[in-house]
Protein backbone atom coordinates (compact mmCIF):
# COMPACT_ATOMS: atom_id res chain seq x y z
CA UNK A 1 0.00 0.00 0.00
CA UNK A 2 0.66 3.57 -1.10
CA UNK A 3 2.22 5.51 2.70
CA UNK A 4 3.39 8.70 1.08
CA UNK A 5 4.18 10.35 -2.45
CA UNK A 6 5.88 13.44 -2.35
CA UNK A 7 7.22 15.60 -5.38
CA UNK A 8 11.21 15.65 -5.15
CA UNK A 9 12.14 17.06 -8.28
CA UNK A 10 10.81 18.04 -11.89
CA UNK A 11 9.41 14.96 -13.16
CA UNK A 12 10.49 12.86 -9.90
CA UNK A 13 8.38 11.61 -6.93
CA UNK A 14 9.26 9.83 -4.21
CA UNK A 15 7.01 6.97 -2.76
CA UNK A 16 6.97 5.06 0.36
CA UNK A 17 5.14 1.76 0.15
CA UNK A 18 4.42 -1.14 2.02
CA UNK A 19 3.82 -4.77 1.47
CA UNK A 20 1.86 -6.65 4.09
CA UNK A 21 3.09 -9.75 6.35
CA UNK A 22 0.49 -11.41 4.73
CA UNK A 23 0.88 -10.90 1.41
CA UNK A 24 4.95 -11.20 1.84
CA UNK A 25 4.52 -14.82 3.17
CA UNK A 26 2.52 -15.69 0.24
CA UNK A 27 5.65 -14.29 -1.69
CA UNK A 28 8.29 -15.98 0.09
CA UNK A 29 6.26 -19.20 -0.18
CA UNK A 30 5.66 -18.67 -3.98
CA UNK A 31 9.67 -18.09 -4.03
CA UNK A 32 10.54 -21.38 -1.76
CA UNK A 33 8.30 -23.41 -4.47
CA UNK A 34 9.90 -21.95 -7.58
CA UNK A 35 13.52 -22.21 -6.00
CA UNK A 36 13.45 -25.92 -3.67
CA UNK A 37 13.96 -28.33 -6.72
CA UNK A 38 17.38 -26.20 -6.67
CA UNK A 39 18.72 -27.08 -3.40
CA UNK A 40 20.02 -30.03 -1.89
CA UNK A 41 19.93 -30.83 1.58
CA UNK A 42 21.16 -34.18 3.49
CA UNK A 43 19.03 -36.49 4.16
CA UNK A 44 16.47 -34.92 1.53
CA UNK A 45 15.78 -35.94 -1.53
CA UNK A 46 16.51 -33.02 -4.35
CA UNK A 47 13.35 -30.74 -4.01
CA UNK A 48 11.75 -32.32 -0.98
CA UNK A 49 13.26 -30.38 1.52
CA UNK A 50 10.71 -28.65 3.89
CA UNK A 51 10.91 -24.13 3.75
CA UNK A 52 11.63 -24.25 7.86
CA UNK A 53 14.65 -27.17 6.98
CA UNK A 54 16.32 -24.32 4.02
CA UNK A 55 15.70 -21.31 6.29
CA UNK A 56 17.33 -22.75 9.25
CA UNK A 57 20.53 -24.07 7.30
CA UNK A 58 20.39 -21.16 5.12
CA UNK A 59 18.88 -18.45 7.00
CA UNK A 60 15.55 -16.82 7.62
CA UNK A 61 16.02 -14.68 4.71
CA UNK A 62 16.64 -16.90 1.94
CA UNK A 63 14.34 -15.87 -0.19
CA UNK A 64 13.52 -12.46 0.62
CA UNK A 65 15.19 -11.23 -2.36
CA UNK A 66 13.18 -13.55 -4.64
CA UNK A 67 9.97 -12.87 -2.97
CA UNK A 68 10.71 -8.97 -3.30
CA UNK A 69 10.63 -9.21 -6.39
CA UNK A 70 7.26 -11.33 -6.98
CA UNK A 71 5.23 -8.88 -4.53
CA UNK A 72 6.75 -5.48 -5.70
CA UNK A 73 5.31 -4.93 -8.58
CA UNK A 74 1.70 -5.36 -7.98
CA UNK A 75 2.28 -3.01 -4.66
CA UNK A 76 3.59 -0.85 -6.88
CA UNK A 77 1.01 -0.70 -9.61
CA UNK A 78 -1.57 0.26 -6.65
CA UNK A 79 1.03 2.65 -5.37
CA UNK A 80 0.56 4.55 -8.28
CA UNK A 81 -2.49 4.25 -9.04
CA UNK A 82 -3.29 5.51 -5.58
CA UNK A 83 -0.43 8.32 -6.09
CA UNK A 84 -2.13 9.50 -9.26
CA UNK A 85 0.96 10.16 -11.29
CA UNK A 86 2.06 8.01 -14.69
CA UNK A 87 5.83 7.04 -15.06
CA UNK A 88 7.60 6.72 -18.04
CA UNK A 89 10.59 4.67 -16.75
CA UNK A 90 11.19 2.19 -14.30
CA UNK A 91 11.52 3.23 -10.33
CA UNK A 92 14.77 3.16 -8.91
CA UNK A 93 17.06 4.42 -5.73
CA UNK A 94 15.41 1.62 -3.53
CA UNK A 95 16.09 2.15 0.07
CA UNK A 96 14.70 -1.35 2.07
CA UNK A 97 13.63 0.18 5.52
CA UNK A 98 12.46 -3.34 6.58
CA UNK A 99 11.90 -6.60 5.34
CA UNK A 100 10.63 -9.95 7.09
CA UNK A 101 8.20 -11.75 8.57
CA UNK A 102 6.37 -8.30 9.54
CA UNK A 103 6.45 -7.35 6.05
CA UNK A 104 8.01 -4.74 3.62
CA UNK A 105 8.46 -0.76 4.02
CA UNK A 106 10.83 0.76 1.01
CA UNK A 107 11.18 3.45 -0.63
CA UNK A 108 11.82 4.43 -4.11
CA UNK A 109 11.93 7.05 -6.55
CA UNK A 110 9.94 6.90 -9.99
CA UNK A 111 10.28 9.45 -13.01
CA UNK A 112 6.99 10.69 -13.78
CA UNK A 113 4.73 12.02 -17.47
CA UNK A 114 5.91 15.86 -17.59
CA UNK A 115 3.25 18.39 -17.20
CA UNK A 116 3.56 20.61 -20.06
CA UNK A 117 1.33 23.62 -21.60
CA UNK A 118 1.17 24.80 -24.89
CA UNK A 119 -0.63 27.92 -26.73
CA UNK A 120 -1.26 28.57 -30.31
CA UNK A 121 -1.91 24.89 -31.61
CA UNK A 122 -4.65 26.43 -33.70
CA UNK A 123 -4.26 28.18 -36.68
CA UNK A 124 -0.81 26.63 -37.24
CA UNK A 125 0.33 27.44 -41.30
CA UNK A 126 2.24 24.75 -43.47
CA UNK A 127 2.57 24.39 -47.41
CA UNK A 128 1.62 22.02 -49.66
CA UNK A 129 3.93 20.56 -52.45
CA UNK A 130 2.26 21.42 -55.88
CA UNK A 131 0.97 18.42 -57.33
CA UNK A 132 1.16 19.37 -60.80
CA UNK A 133 2.48 16.60 -63.39
CA UNK A 134 4.43 17.76 -66.06
CA UNK A 135 4.58 15.91 -69.83
CA UNK A 136 7.81 15.93 -68.89
CA UNK A 137 7.52 13.90 -66.22
CA UNK A 138 4.86 11.92 -67.43
CA UNK A 139 7.78 11.12 -70.84
CA UNK A 140 10.54 10.37 -68.04
CA UNK A 141 8.24 7.87 -66.66
CA UNK A 142 7.34 6.15 -70.42
CA UNK A 143 11.13 5.88 -70.43
CA UNK A 144 11.84 3.78 -67.23
CA UNK A 145 9.51 1.54 -68.65
CA UNK A 146 11.25 1.00 -71.50
CA UNK A 147 14.59 0.90 -70.14
CA UNK A 148 12.71 -1.78 -67.75
CA UNK A 149 11.81 -4.03 -70.95
CA UNK A 150 14.42 -3.17 -72.79
CA UNK A 151 16.72 -6.31 -74.46
CA UNK A 152 20.20 -6.23 -73.70
CA UNK A 153 22.51 -7.07 -76.12
CA UNK A 154 26.24 -7.33 -76.91
CA UNK A 155 28.46 -4.76 -78.27
CA UNK A 156 31.58 -6.25 -79.95
CA UNK A 157 32.57 -2.84 -82.18
CA UNK A 158 33.43 -0.32 -79.67
CA UNK A 159 34.02 1.22 -76.41
CA UNK A 160 32.25 1.65 -73.01
CA UNK A 161 30.08 4.20 -73.13
CA UNK A 162 27.81 5.54 -69.94
CA UNK A 163 24.86 3.70 -69.89
CA UNK A 164 26.30 0.79 -71.09
CA UNK A 165 26.57 -2.68 -68.69
CA UNK A 166 30.49 -3.86 -68.43
CA UNK A 167 31.32 -6.97 -67.55
CA UNK A 168 34.20 -6.68 -65.43
CA UNK A 169 37.08 -8.42 -63.03
CA UNK A 170 37.93 -6.17 -60.12
CA UNK A 171 39.73 -6.41 -57.39
CA UNK A 172 41.05 -3.69 -55.11
CA UNK A 173 43.87 -2.94 -52.96
CA UNK A 174 45.10 0.27 -50.42
CA UNK A 175 48.57 1.00 -49.49
CA UNK A 176 49.33 -2.39 -51.85
CA UNK A 177 46.84 -4.37 -50.01
CA UNK A 178 43.89 -5.83 -51.35
CA UNK A 179 41.06 -5.06 -48.70
CA UNK A 180 37.51 -7.33 -47.76
CA UNK A 181 35.06 -7.13 -50.22
CA UNK A 182 37.02 -5.72 -52.97
CA UNK A 183 36.88 -8.46 -55.29
CA UNK A 184 34.64 -9.98 -57.75
CA UNK A 185 34.41 -11.58 -60.74
CA UNK A 186 32.01 -10.86 -63.94
CA UNK A 187 30.51 -8.43 -62.39
CA UNK A 188 27.86 -6.74 -64.58
CA UNK A 189 28.14 -3.04 -63.29
CA UNK A 190 26.03 -0.40 -65.41
CA UNK A 191 27.91 2.64 -65.64
CA UNK A 192 26.29 5.69 -64.64
CA UNK A 193 24.60 4.01 -62.37
CA UNK A 194 26.51 5.83 -59.15
CA UNK A 195 26.71 2.27 -57.53
CA UNK A 196 30.66 2.48 -57.13
CA UNK A 197 32.52 5.16 -55.52
CA UNK A 198 32.73 8.36 -57.43
CA UNK A 199 35.32 8.17 -60.32
CA UNK A 200 35.06 4.11 -60.63
CA UNK A 201 32.51 3.82 -63.55
CA UNK A 202 33.87 7.10 -65.19
CA UNK A 203 37.19 5.44 -65.41
CA UNK A 204 35.56 2.31 -67.14
CA UNK A 205 34.69 4.51 -69.78
CA UNK A 206 36.33 4.74 -73.03
CA UNK A 207 37.85 0.68 -72.55
CA UNK A 208 37.44 -1.80 -75.09
CA UNK A 209 36.67 -5.88 -74.31
CA UNK A 210 39.67 -7.55 -73.37
CA UNK A 211 41.64 -4.61 -71.58
CA UNK A 212 43.43 -4.85 -68.64
CA UNK A 213 43.88 -1.41 -66.54
CA UNK A 214 43.78 0.21 -63.33
CA UNK A 215 41.40 2.32 -61.82
CA UNK A 216 42.00 4.84 -59.39
CA UNK A 217 40.08 6.01 -56.75
CA UNK A 218 39.49 8.11 -53.10
CA UNK A 219 37.24 6.47 -51.06
CA UNK A 220 34.78 9.06 -49.47
CA UNK A 221 35.43 10.53 -45.95
CA UNK A 222 32.09 9.51 -44.73
CA UNK A 223 32.55 6.03 -45.76
CA UNK A 224 33.48 2.54 -43.67
CA UNK A 225 35.74 3.57 -40.34
CA UNK A 226 38.64 1.55 -42.32
CA UNK A 227 38.52 2.76 -45.72
CA UNK A 228 36.78 6.72 -45.22
CA UNK A 229 39.28 8.59 -46.88
CA UNK A 230 41.78 6.77 -48.38
CA UNK A 231 42.97 6.12 -52.08
CA UNK A 232 42.66 2.92 -54.21
CA UNK A 233 43.94 1.28 -56.69
CA UNK A 234 41.59 -1.37 -58.82
CA UNK A 235 42.80 -4.09 -61.10
CA UNK A 236 39.86 -4.22 -63.88
CA UNK A 237 39.83 -6.66 -66.53
CA UNK A 238 36.78 -5.76 -68.98
CA UNK A 239 35.33 -8.97 -69.95
CA UNK A 240 32.17 -7.73 -72.57
CA UNK A 241 30.59 -4.69 -72.92
CA UNK A 242 26.72 -5.14 -73.23
CA UNK A 243 23.73 -2.31 -74.42
CA UNK A 244 20.56 -1.75 -73.71
CA UNK A 245 18.04 -2.22 -77.02
CA UNK A 246 15.17 0.16 -75.99
CA UNK A 247 11.91 -1.09 -77.92
CA UNK A 248 9.73 1.41 -79.58
CA UNK A 249 6.86 3.54 -77.60
CA UNK A 250 3.82 2.65 -79.55
CA UNK A 251 0.84 1.57 -79.40
CA UNK A 252 1.92 -2.37 -79.86
CA UNK A 253 3.89 -1.91 -77.15
CA UNK A 254 1.63 -0.68 -74.69
CA UNK A 255 -0.63 -3.62 -75.80
CA UNK A 256 2.48 -5.97 -74.36
CA UNK A 257 3.58 -4.39 -71.41
CA UNK A 258 0.07 -3.39 -70.14
CA UNK A 259 -3.51 -3.72 -69.91
CA UNK A 260 -4.23 -0.02 -72.72
CA UNK A 261 -4.69 -0.49 -75.99
CA UNK A 262 -2.59 2.60 -77.26
CA UNK A 263 0.02 5.00 -76.58
CA UNK A 264 -2.49 7.67 -75.18
CA UNK A 265 -4.14 5.68 -72.83
CA UNK A 266 -1.19 4.65 -71.48
CA UNK A 267 0.37 8.04 -70.63
CA UNK A 268 -2.98 8.93 -69.04
CA UNK A 269 -2.77 6.36 -66.57
CA UNK A 270 0.98 7.51 -65.82
CA UNK A 271 -0.14 11.12 -65.48
CA UNK A 272 -2.75 9.52 -62.85
CA UNK A 273 -0.88 7.60 -61.03
CA UNK A 274 1.70 10.40 -60.62
CA UNK A 275 -1.23 12.98 -59.89
CA UNK A 276 -1.67 10.63 -56.89
CA UNK A 277 1.34 9.84 -55.42
CA UNK A 278 2.47 14.06 -55.72
CA UNK A 279 -1.18 14.14 -54.00
CA UNK A 280 0.10 11.60 -50.93
CA UNK A 281 3.28 12.88 -50.86
CA UNK A 282 2.19 16.56 -50.68
CA UNK A 283 -0.22 15.76 -47.26
CA UNK A 284 2.53 13.78 -45.77
CA UNK A 285 4.44 16.95 -46.32
CA UNK A 286 1.91 19.02 -45.11
CA UNK A 287 1.22 17.44 -42.15
CA UNK A 288 4.55 16.54 -41.13
CA UNK A 289 5.01 20.27 -41.04
CA UNK A 290 2.27 20.98 -39.08
CA UNK A 291 3.22 18.02 -36.59
CA UNK A 292 7.03 20.26 -36.56
CA UNK A 293 5.79 23.37 -35.47
CA UNK A 294 3.51 21.77 -33.05
CA UNK A 295 6.54 20.37 -31.19
CA UNK A 296 7.83 23.47 -30.92
CA UNK A 297 5.04 24.50 -29.22
CA UNK A 298 5.55 22.52 -26.02
CA UNK A 299 6.42 23.68 -23.23
CA UNK A 300 7.99 21.44 -20.29
CA UNK A 301 10.86 19.95 -18.91
CA UNK A 302 10.61 16.42 -20.49
CA UNK A 303 12.42 13.00 -19.19
CA UNK A 304 15.47 12.20 -20.62
CA UNK A 305 13.29 8.80 -20.02
CA UNK A 306 10.76 8.82 -22.63
CA UNK A 307 13.31 9.83 -25.10
CA UNK A 308 15.41 6.96 -24.62
CA UNK A 309 12.82 4.65 -24.65
CA UNK A 310 11.13 6.12 -27.85
CA UNK A 311 14.66 5.37 -29.42
CA UNK A 312 14.39 1.90 -28.16
CA UNK A 313 11.00 1.55 -29.57
CA UNK A 314 12.05 2.66 -33.20
CA UNK A 315 15.26 0.51 -32.48
CA UNK A 316 12.73 -2.48 -31.95
CA UNK A 317 10.69 -1.95 -35.15
CA UNK A 318 13.69 -1.13 -36.83
CA UNK A 319 15.16 -4.85 -35.69
CA UNK A 320 11.57 -6.44 -36.37
CA UNK A 321 11.45 -5.19 -40.10
CA UNK A 322 14.99 -6.33 -41.27
CA UNK A 323 14.60 -10.02 -38.98
CA UNK A 324 11.51 -10.52 -40.52
CA UNK A 325 12.83 -10.18 -44.50
CA UNK A 326 15.25 -13.34 -42.80
CA UNK A 327 18.59 -10.99 -42.32
CA UNK A 328 20.21 -11.09 -39.06
CA UNK A 329 20.08 -7.65 -37.48
CA UNK A 330 23.63 -7.53 -36.49
CA UNK A 331 24.22 -8.60 -40.30
CA UNK A 332 22.48 -5.94 -41.49
CA UNK A 333 24.25 -3.29 -39.35
CA UNK A 334 27.13 -4.64 -40.62
CA UNK A 335 26.32 -3.83 -44.09
CA UNK A 336 25.49 0.08 -43.20
CA UNK A 337 28.42 -0.17 -41.81
CA UNK A 338 26.65 1.21 -38.54
CA UNK A 339 25.94 0.09 -34.71
CA UNK A 340 23.46 0.06 -32.59
CA UNK A 341 24.92 3.22 -31.28
CA UNK A 342 24.99 4.97 -34.17
CA UNK A 343 21.80 4.35 -34.78
CA UNK A 344 20.46 5.81 -31.39
CA UNK A 345 22.19 8.59 -32.48
CA UNK A 346 20.55 8.73 -36.00
CA UNK A 347 17.11 8.32 -34.14
CA UNK A 348 17.31 11.12 -31.37
CA UNK A 349 16.47 14.11 -33.05
CA UNK A 350 13.02 12.01 -34.41
CA UNK A 351 12.77 10.82 -30.96
CA UNK A 352 12.51 14.21 -29.03
CA UNK A 353 9.89 15.42 -31.56
CA UNK A 354 8.03 12.39 -31.22
CA UNK A 355 7.62 12.52 -27.14
CA UNK A 356 7.04 16.35 -27.85
CA UNK A 357 3.90 15.57 -30.20
CA UNK A 358 2.77 12.85 -28.04
CA UNK A 359 2.17 15.14 -25.13
CA UNK A 360 1.30 17.97 -26.77
CA UNK A 361 -1.78 15.62 -28.51
CA UNK A 362 -2.44 14.35 -24.79
CA UNK A 363 -2.61 18.17 -23.76
CA UNK A 364 -4.79 18.87 -26.03
CA UNK A 365 -7.39 16.36 -25.99
CA UNK A 366 -7.66 17.79 -22.15
CA UNK A 367 -8.11 21.30 -23.30
CA UNK A 368 -10.66 20.61 -25.64
CA UNK A 369 -12.09 18.34 -23.43
CA UNK A 370 -12.01 14.98 -25.65
CA UNK A 371 -14.07 12.23 -24.47
CA UNK A 372 -13.77 8.76 -25.76
CA UNK A 373 -16.72 6.21 -25.01
CA UNK A 374 -16.86 2.76 -24.10
CA UNK A 375 -18.73 2.49 -28.01
CA UNK A 376 -15.66 4.20 -29.90
CA UNK A 377 -13.44 1.87 -28.60
CA UNK A 378 -15.58 -1.56 -29.36
CA UNK A 379 -16.06 0.24 -33.07
CA UNK A 380 -12.01 0.50 -33.26
CA UNK A 381 -11.56 -3.05 -32.41
CA UNK A 382 -14.25 -4.49 -35.02
CA UNK A 383 -12.56 -2.38 -37.61
CA UNK A 384 -9.22 -3.47 -36.50
CA UNK A 385 -10.07 -7.20 -36.45
CA UNK A 386 -12.29 -6.83 -39.85
CA UNK A 387 -8.89 -5.16 -41.26
CA UNK A 388 -6.33 -7.79 -40.44
CA UNK A 389 -9.15 -10.52 -40.64
CA UNK A 390 -9.28 -12.04 -37.41
CA UNK A 391 -11.23 -12.63 -34.66
CA UNK A 392 -12.70 -10.11 -32.92
CA UNK A 393 -11.73 -11.54 -29.52
CA UNK A 394 -8.43 -12.09 -30.09
CA UNK A 395 -7.70 -8.40 -31.08
CA UNK A 396 -9.03 -7.61 -27.55
CA UNK A 397 -6.66 -9.97 -26.07
CA UNK A 398 -3.50 -8.74 -28.16
CA UNK A 399 -4.13 -5.07 -26.94
CA UNK A 400 -5.37 -3.29 -24.16
CA UNK A 401 -8.61 -1.25 -24.34
CA UNK A 402 -6.90 1.83 -22.86
CA UNK A 403 -4.11 1.79 -25.39
CA UNK A 404 -7.17 2.15 -27.37
CA UNK A 405 -8.64 4.89 -25.92
CA UNK A 406 -5.47 6.90 -25.69
CA UNK A 407 -4.83 6.61 -29.65
CA UNK A 408 -8.70 7.48 -30.15
CA UNK A 409 -8.17 10.26 -28.45
CA UNK A 410 -4.75 11.42 -30.33
CA UNK A 411 -6.44 10.98 -33.61
CA UNK A 412 -9.38 13.58 -31.93
CA UNK A 413 -6.69 15.87 -30.80
CA UNK A 414 -4.94 15.47 -34.66
CA UNK A 415 -8.16 16.54 -36.16
CA UNK A 416 -8.51 19.32 -34.08
CA UNK A 417 -4.86 20.96 -34.84
CA UNK A 418 -5.52 19.97 -38.87
CA UNK A 419 -9.20 21.28 -39.00
CA UNK A 420 -7.71 24.75 -37.77
CA UNK A 421 -4.77 24.34 -39.94
CA UNK A 422 -3.83 26.71 -42.98
CA UNK A 423 -1.88 26.68 -45.92
CA UNK A 424 0.89 28.75 -45.85
CA UNK A 425 2.89 30.67 -48.73
CA UNK A 426 4.49 28.29 -51.08
CA UNK A 427 8.32 26.97 -50.31
CA UNK A 428 10.79 28.37 -51.58
CA UNK A 429 12.16 26.50 -54.62
CA UNK A 430 15.76 24.89 -53.55
CA UNK A 431 18.34 23.87 -55.40
CA UNK A 432 18.37 20.52 -56.76
CA UNK A 433 20.72 17.86 -54.10
CA UNK A 434 23.85 16.23 -55.55
CA UNK A 435 23.74 12.20 -55.54
CA UNK A 436 25.34 10.57 -52.56
CA UNK A 437 28.59 9.13 -52.96
CA UNK A 438 28.07 5.77 -52.86
CA UNK A 439 25.62 3.73 -51.93
CA UNK A 440 27.19 2.24 -48.54
CA UNK A 441 28.50 5.23 -47.34
CA UNK A 442 27.91 6.62 -43.56
CA UNK A 443 25.54 9.08 -44.57
CA UNK A 444 23.80 7.12 -46.91
CA UNK A 445 23.57 4.56 -44.29
CA UNK A 446 21.98 6.84 -42.08
CA UNK A 447 19.54 7.89 -44.39
CA UNK A 448 18.72 4.26 -44.76
CA UNK A 449 18.00 3.99 -41.21
CA UNK A 450 15.88 6.79 -40.84
CA UNK A 451 13.19 6.01 -43.55
CA UNK A 452 13.29 2.39 -42.82
CA UNK A 453 9.53 2.41 -41.76
CA UNK A 454 9.00 3.24 -45.51
CA UNK A 455 11.55 0.99 -47.14
CA UNK A 456 13.41 -1.77 -45.25
CA UNK A 457 14.28 -3.71 -48.29
CA UNK A 458 18.03 -5.13 -48.66
CA UNK A 459 19.80 -3.97 -51.70
CA UNK A 460 22.92 -6.58 -53.07
Not at 9 to 23: C, D, K, P, V
Not at 131 to 157: F, G, W
Not at 238 to 250: G, I, T, Y
Not at 338 to 349: A, L, N, P, Q
Request: some cysteine; proline content about 3%; overall charge negative.
Amino acid sequence: MLKSAEKTGTNEFTLALSISAEEFEKAINKAYNKEKGNIAIPGFRKGKAPRAIIEKRFGEGVFYDDALEIAFPAAYEAAIEEAGIEPVDNPFDFDIKEIGKNGVELVCKVTVKPEITIEGYKGLTATRIPTEVSDEEVEAELQKKLEQNARIVPVEDRAVVNGDIAVIDFEGFVDGEAFEGGKAEEYELEIGSGSFIPGFEDQIVGHNPGEEFDVNVNFPEDYAETLAGKAAVFKIKLHAVKAKELPVADDEFVKDISEFDTLDELKADIRKTLEEQKKTASDRNYENEIFDKLAELVVGEIPEAMNNRAVENMISEFRYNVESQGLPFEQYLSYLGMTVDSIKETYKERAVKEVKIELALEKIASLEGIEVSDEDVDAEFASMAEKYGVDLETVKKAIMADTVKKELKARKATAVVMDNAAEGDAPKKKAAKKPAAKKTTKKKAAEEVANQEENTEISE
